[in-house]
T-cell receptor, first 108, second 113 residues
């Protein structure tokens, strides 16, 4: 399967803590993206990391990519209640392959 | 900020009826996609479209589905004879390059009764 697999499937943390989500995949990729989806809403693009990059930052987000291990992690620092959502990694080759997502709950 | 817009946000239809889901991609984008997400499941690729033709489609995208770019701005997904299992959130996306960052619409929730 070319789909990413995120873990954990669900994560619950206190506001202010950091949240780490992981994505593993099986095939080679051109790049990997992380998306957020609030319940019942659309997908919001968070960050793209290319296959030749190892780490990328965007605000409170930090993404790493280890192509030798075929894995990526998304770190959200100093989490807020508004970060409560599902987070998906998407592998991009000729199309997007979404994982099953990590459901993050940030408790105020 | 440019965005992909989808209409309607929610559509209820009877089984066997035809539905057309509409999308307005970002204006300078050339690649268009439809995805769907059955409630509680992962987002699944349906079809990609470029240069007025389908580039790639998944096994989900059978003869009941079709896509069209009827004018310079709209991109539509038609389901000819809806089934109960077509109930899902349908997302349109567009990008200005093949593969990298795509922008997704807010989705159309289709409920087939």
């Amino acid at each position: 399967s070319q789909q990413g697999e995120e873990d954990p499937q669900a994560l619950s943390i206190q506001e202010g803590e950091n949240a780490t989500m992981n994505c593993s995949y099986k095939t080679s990729i051109n790049n990997l993206q992380w998306y957020r989806q609030n319940s019942g809403r659309g997908l919001v693009h968070l960050i793209l990391i290319r296959s030749n990059e190892r780490e990328k930052h965007s605000g409170r987000l930090r993404v790493t990519l280890d192509t030798s291990k075929k894995s990526s992690s998304l770190l959200i620092t100093a989490s807020r209640a508004a970060d409560t959502a599902s987070y998906f990694c998407a592998l991009t080759g000729n199309q997007f392959y979404f994982g099953t997502g990590t459901s993050l709950t940030v408790i105020p | 900020e440019p965005e992909v817009t989808q209409t309607p946000s929610h559509q209820v239809t009877q089984m066997g009826q035809e539905v057309i889901l509409r999308c307005v991609p970002i204006s300078n984008h050339l690649y268009f996609y439809w995805y769907r997400q059955i409630l509680g499941q992962k987002v699944e690729f349906l079809v990609s479209f470029y240069n007025n033709e389908i580039s790639e489609k998944s096994e989900i995208f059978d003869d009941q589905f079709s896509v069209e770019r009827p004018d310079g701005s709209n991109f539509t997904l038609k389901i000819r004879s809806t089934k109960l299992e077509d109930s899902a959130m349908y997302f349109c996306a567009s990008s200005n390059q093949w593969g990298p960052e795509a922008f997704f619409g807010q989705g159309t929730r289709l409920t087939v009764v």
